[in-house]
């Protein structure tokens, strides 16, 4: 019989990962600091499977077991961010089916908090415009009243119902110009006069 032993408060590890697996994680997070992905993601790895050796860790089958592993990784790597396909396709290397799915049901769990964070990032980018026109020299207001706007796709479909909800109620708005898109992203351009009743009516959503 092995002798008892005193549990350490902590224990510190260190770990050494290889090129490929560096790679692996530069991949899936290509704007991350290398290091602290990868602390992120082993501490994640270890509280994983002690949790497992420990009977505290049962999922009920793989596609549940993939869809808790996703989320936990945005939590200890990609914290407040959107569950796209992409990245957990392109990413994360899994097959488009069970990406797509796997985004859906985590998107479901985090509507109501990305919706209170796209309404909050859209009214600071939106007063970040209205700062920056009120800072400019006189001379040079008349020619930059249009503003560029670089917004997620929930931002704009935010804006796009606050405008919508100005033009029904009487205001002279008109739909902000789409300059470009991308799967993720929009970019608008927004009237610097459109701006003040905009951010009026985020505070009545």
Request: hydrophobic share 40%; no cysteine; proline share 6%.
């Amino acid at each position: 019989m092995p002798k008892d032993k005193t549990t350490p408060t902590s224990i510190t590890v260190s770990l050494i990962l290889d090129k490929d697996q560096v790679a692996v994680l530069q991949r899936a997070f290509p704007n991350g600091d290398d290091k602290k992905t990868a602390s992120a993601i082993v501490h994640l790895a270890a509280t994983e499977f002690i949790e497992l050796l420990a009977g505290k860790r049962r999922y009920t089958s793989l596609t549940n077991q993939y869809i808790e592993w996703v989320d936990k990784i945005y939590s200890a790597a990609l914290p407040d961010t959107e569950f796209t396909y992409r990245q957990i396709s392109d990413g994360f290397s899994f097959p488009p089916g069970t990406a797509a799915y796997i985004a859906r049901v985590l998107r479901d769990r985090q509507y109501t908090s990305l919706q209170t964070r796209a309404k909050e990032q859209l009214r600071l980018k939106l007063l970040k415009e209205l700062a920056a026109y009120d800072n400019l020299p006189a001379e040079r207001k008349p020619s930059l009243k249009m503003r560029n706007l670089r917004l997620t796709a929930r931002e704009y479909a935010l804006l796009q119902m606050i405008v919508d909800d100005l033009i029904l109620g009487g205001e002279p708005l008109e739909i902000p110009d789409v300059t470009s898109r991308s799967r993720e992203l929009v970019f608008v351009s927004v009237p610097v006069d459109f701006i003040k009743p905009i951010v009026s009516k985020l505070s009545e959503v």
